[in-house]
C-alpha cells in the first residue's frame, strides 16, 4: 500500500474517530441529565451543545468586526475562523467542504488553503476525500482539535461565570 493510500486511511479514521467522539460527548451529556449545582458551585460542564452557539455567536462578532472597519487586515486571524467554522460543522454533524472552510476563514482562499494545511499539520483538522466525488475534499476537526475546542470554550465560559458571576443555565432553567 503507498503512502498516500496508507494517509488517506489514516484521515478516514480519524475523522470517523472524531464523530464517535462528539456522539459520545452527547451521549454523555443525556445520560446524566442537566448539571445540577448549587448557587455557591460553579457550572462546570466539559463539552455542551451550548458551545456551538458561542462558538457562532463569536463567529459573528469577527465577521461584523470586519464589516465596521474597512481594513479586514487589522483583525485577521484566518486559523482561528476556520477552527470555529469546523467546530461549528462538527457539532451540527455537517461535512464540510475545503471550499466552504476556505470561504468561512474571509481570507483568500490561496491564504485560507496555506492555513488548513499549518492546522493539518499541528494534527488540529483532518482532510477526507468524499467517496462519492472524487474532485470534493472535506475538512473536520481531529479528535485533539475538538478536544481543545471544547476545553477552550469551557474554560470561557467558566472564566465569564467567575468573573461576571453569571447564573448557571441549570438554575436558570429550574427558577
Known amino acids: ?17 472524531n464523530e464517535l467522539l462528539a456522539i459520545a460527548h452527547e451521549l454523555e451529556l443525556n445520560e446524566d441529565g442537566p448539571v445540577l449545582v448549587d448557587q455557591n458551585t460553579p457550572f462546570s460542564a466539559k463539552d455542551s451543545p451550548a ?16 464589516e465596521i472597519f474597512a481594513d479586514q487586515t487589522l483583525f485577521g486571524e484566518p486559523a482561528w475562523d476556520i477552527m470555529l467554522d469546523l467546530f461549528i460543522a462538527a457539532k451540527e454533524r455537517k461535512r464540510l467542504p475545503v471550499t466552504s472552510a476556505c470561504i468561512g476563514a ?26 462519492a466525488d472524487a474532485r470534493r475534499v472535506f475538512v473536520r476537526l481531529s479528535a485533539d482539535g475538538y478536544e481543545k475546542m471544547i476545553t477552550y470554550f469551557s474554560n470561557v465560559a467558566g472564566n465569564m461565570r467567575q468573573d461576571e458571576e453569571i447564573e448557571p443555565p441549570a438554575l436558570r432553567m429550574a427558577n
Request: net charge positive; hydrophobic share 45%.
Open 1 to 17: 500500500m503507498s503512502h498516500n493510500q496508507l494517509r488517506a486511511k489514516a484521515r478516514r479514521l480519524i475523522a470517523a474517530a
Open 106 to 131: 474571509a481570507v483568500p482562499v490561496t491564504t485560507a488553503l496555506r492555513w488548513l494545511t499549518v492546522l493539518e499539520d499541528k494534527g488540529l483538522i483532518v482532510r477526507e476525500n468524499d467517496a
Open 51 to 66: 458551545w456551538a452557539e458561542v462558538a457562532r455567536s463569536s463567529y459573528r462578532e469577527r465577521r461584523r468586526r470586519s
